[in-house]
């Protein structure tokens, strides 16, 4: 698509959250109404996450002021998983350009499973988006870097960033991971055949392994998404972590593919961007407003947190972050 917007400032559509209280209230009346949900099951093609407790639920919004309200298990630590996605996508932007990644990786959905190599053949190579792994893979590979060691700590002080505080990465799930990431390597050797991936596609995959592998919690997602919505800038910290721009591109993909195949219902029905990870975590975000991140290890048929989902749905709408949503204009001449 030719869009030509040279010389026109940005202006921005956002509104205001309700008053803190009224935040806090819906916070825990999302979590109450979704926490009884027992449908799904927890992940168990990578052995560390079939370990992990089903009954873990945490529910945390962050404003964009800086405001942070959550309930359940919010500052319990899990894998971040393919959410690392989108925020590497961001770092990415930031470091190479919006023309440079939109080439390289595509903006569009594919339709089929995240982990799909027929998606990669029937596009003649191209991944299509960076948040399936092929195109998330084609990301990490693009990062600056003289050596697999400063890409991976770009990515982790970055996400850092994004999050207000060091993250680690959990041992025990890269380990785990790494010994059943061959779909992964696969994908990373094609994606070389097509000359999408120009370092040791191997290296490549292992840098990926880890950034998938740093521990979050729902707090550190909602922090996350918030600073997304806020332009760029944490809003706990005040760091400006990536630009206005970035932030746009990022949540425009995350908003077409982040849901994997269920991208489109999701957006049908919710409205907000965002992204899911295997290990039960989800974040949403309403630009201007703030980001929700969810935890809950049990998972539909396509990867996605159920109770995660239940209960962003009612806070889309309950807090006004459907982006799609509008209530009839009152002129003055109504109000007579």
């Known amino acids: 698509m030719d869009v030509d917007v040279a010389g026109v400032e940005q202006a921005v559509s956002t509104g205001s959250l309700p008053g803190w209280d009224r935040v806090d209230q819906l916070v825990v009346a999302a979590y109450d109404r979704s926490a009884a949900s027992e449908g799904g099951v927890v992940a168990d093609y990578i052995p560390a996450l079939s370990e992990v407790d089903p009954r873990l639920f945490a529910v945390c919004v962050a404003q964009t002021d800086g405001a942070v309200h ?5 500052d319990v630590e899990f894998s971040i998983q393919s959410i690392s996605k989108a925020f590497v996508y961001a770092l990415v932007c930031e470091a190479l350009g919006h023309e440079a990644v939109r080439e390289r990786v595509g903006v569009d959905n594919t339709g089929l499973a995240f982990d799909s190599v027929m998606a990669i053949e029937l596009n003649g190579g191209h991944p299509r988006n960076p948040m399936v792994n092929a195109g998330a893979i084609a990301t990490t590979a693009m990062l600056p870097g003289r050596t697999a060691t400063e890409r ?8 850092s960033a994004f999050a207000g505080r060091d993250l680690e990465v959990d041992d025990e799930v890269y380990r785990s991971e790494t ?31 880890r950034q998938c592998a740093l521990r979050v919690s729902a707090r550190d997602l909602a922090v996350m998404g918030a600073t997304l919505a806020d332009g760029g800038v944490n809003p706990v910290t005040g760091q400006r972590v990536v630009a206005e721009g970035v932030c746009r591109d990022t949540l425009a993909v995350m908003a077409s593919a982040g849901m994997y195949e269920r991208s489109g219902e999701w957006l049908f029905e919710i409205g907000m961007p965002a992204k899911s990870g295997v290990s039960g975590g989800i974040v949403a975000i309403s630009p201007g407003k703030g980001g929700i991140g969810t935890f809950s290890p049990r ?8 109770r995660g989902q239940r209960a962003i749905a009612y806070l889309s709408r309950a807090l006004g972050l459907n982006l799609f949503a509008s209530v009839p204009h009152v002129s003055p001449i109504d109000l007579h």
């Open 70 to 74: 959550s309930v359940g298990d919010a």
């Open 152 to 159: 991976w700590e770009r990515i982790r002080s970055g996400l």
């Open 179 to 209: 010994r059943t990431n061959q779909r992964n390597r696969a994908i990373a050797r094609l994606l070389e055949s097509y000359g999408r991936v120009e370092l040791d596609p191997l290296e490549v995959v292992d840098v990926y392994t």
């Open 299 to 306: 998972l539909d048929d396509a990867g996605n947190s159920v």
